[in-house]
């Protein structure tokens, strides 16, 4: 077993707020192991099996759920998310840090079952632009982006409950403060373990 367990990171926030730039930008400056989802939704034109998701049934899914496989799950938009237990556990019991980019139910789970884990709320900076990234994706259909709509309005009134908000104005500086985050994070993280 690694010495010093690895720090859990969780990045949520309403569809549409831009998570998955701000976490991909977060890459490229630092390292840690992002989770694979397993999803039961089709694949987008461009996405891979094991490398954006793993793609099950509702059966498979279904079944690992019943195995208890996953940390936590959502219903989104008629489809199945869950995080892989094994596969963040064992990262951090060896030390890694890990990240997962999920939905704010998905995130209430992590917070009551995992209180060490660090939660960060990423938010729109408004409404206008929020659509437009909706739409801007262009994967969607206009009742697709009207459903994301109302459903990421809904999430938003769930910031409070998340320990850090950060404003996605600009990604830099969206990126700079979720590294400061972590950072501080960690010190705690290491302050605690020294006491014992
Ligand atoms: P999309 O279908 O656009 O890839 O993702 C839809 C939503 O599901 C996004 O808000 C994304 O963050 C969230 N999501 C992706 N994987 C998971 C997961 O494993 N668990 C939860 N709770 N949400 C997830």
Known sequence: MAEKKGKLYVVSG??????????????????????????????????????????LSEEEFARRQQEGGFLETAGIFGHHYGTPREQVLDRLESGQDVLLEIDVEGARQIRENYPDAELIFLMPPSDEVLAGRLRGRG?????????????????????????????????????????????????ETHAASGNH
């Open 14 to 55: 309403p569809s549409g707020a831009g998570k998955g730039t701000v976490v991909a930008e977060l890459r490229r400056r630092r390292p840690f192991a992002l989770s694979i989802s397993c999803t039961t939704r089709e694949p987008r034109p461009g996405e891979q099996d094991g490398r954006d998701y793993f793609f």
């Open 139 to 187: 994967t969607e259909t206009e009742e697709q982006v009207r459903e994301r709509l109302a459903r990421s309005r809904e999430e938003m009134a769930q910031a409070p409950n998340f320990a850090h908000t950060v404003v996605n104005d600009d990604l830099d500086q969206t990126v700079s403060t979720i590294e400061a985050l972590m950072d501080d994070g960690k010190e």
